[in-house]
């Protein structure tokens, strides 16, 4: 494996998914700091939307708490939606969009996504942008071409000055949940794939600028070795997440 040059921030992200109620939020948020103490990496938590405010309002600010979906609209009739100006309002300062599951469970498609993205943005609010590829989708031999389709229709008119506040989330569909870990190989090259396709729709400049996360099965026994591996700015992190004390160890090691 190459050595790492970037000096990008890491960043290690935990989804909660559909878990935790507030108060088992709250005593995750309790707890959390001091698992984290000497951690330099910035740490995020995807919370549901009713444990915003509660794990805001525990935790100290250098953790960063947001959602996990949004409506593209801002405000409306939209029965059982969540607006952006809601989740900043809850003290949430990013969101993740296009995670897989809501693109196969939810039926997302590109396009739908890309107005939640503009939405986001124009909300305040930082957006991870998720990607990646199925199984099948990986067999045929079509993961460049998703993982680019997915970056410049998910990314459509996002100007360039707001892509400061934008992070690309890698994550294989059929790794996630699953417990399989993309090979370190797999993970390399796909990082590239997104990072030269960023540096298409944007330029070199841009493209080197912008955290590309990795998911997937991420565990405190895969993250030492998936943190050195060059293009790798961080993580999301669904089941391993949702132990604080087993999500600080996925953060720390990546700090090393
Ligand atoms: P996992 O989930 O770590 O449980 O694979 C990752 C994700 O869905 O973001």
């Not at 890491?10 to 109620?21: C, L, P, Y």
Request: aromatic share 8%; with cysteine.
């Amino acid at each position: 494996m190459p050595k790492k040059t970037s000096k990008r921030p890491f960043t290690v992200i935990a989804n909660w998914k559909m878990n935790k109620t507030i108060s088992q939020a709250q005593q995750y948020a309790e707890k959390l700091p001091e698992f984290c103490e000497g951690i330099e990496n910035s740490i995020w938590l995807a919370v549901p939307f009713t444990a915003i405010h509660p794990v805001r309002s525990s935790l100290p600010d250098r953790f960063r708490v947001g959602a996990q979906n949004m409506n593209d609209a801002s405000s409306g009739a939209f029965t059982g939606e969540v607006a952006g100006e809601m989740i900043t309002d809850a003290g949430g300062d990013f969101v993740l969009l296009g995670h897989s599951e809501r693109r196969s469970y939810f039926h997302e498609s590109d396009e739908f996504i890309n107005r939640k993205v503009l939405r986001a943005l124009e909300s305040s609010l930082s957006v991870v942008l998720c990607i990646g590829e199925t199984f099948e989708q990986r067999e045929a031999g079509e993961t460049k071409e998703v993982l680019s389709r997915q970056l410049s229709l998910g990314l459509a008119s996002v100007r360039k000055e707001d892509l400061t506040r934008c992070l690309i989330a890698y994550e294989p569909v059929w790794a996630i949940g699953t417990g399989k870990t993309a090979t370190p190989e797999m993970v390399l090259d796909t990082h590239g794939m997104v990072r030269s396709s960023l540096s298409s729709l944007y330029d070199e400049e841009s493209a080197q600028s912008m955290p590309v996360l990795y998911g997937g099965s991420v565990s405190a026994s895969s993250s030492e070795a998936l943190s050195k591996i060059e293009g790798v700015d961080g993580f999301l992190v669904g089941t391993a997440s949702l132990d604080p004390e087993t999500f600080a160890k996925i953060a720390q090691f990546a700090s090393k």
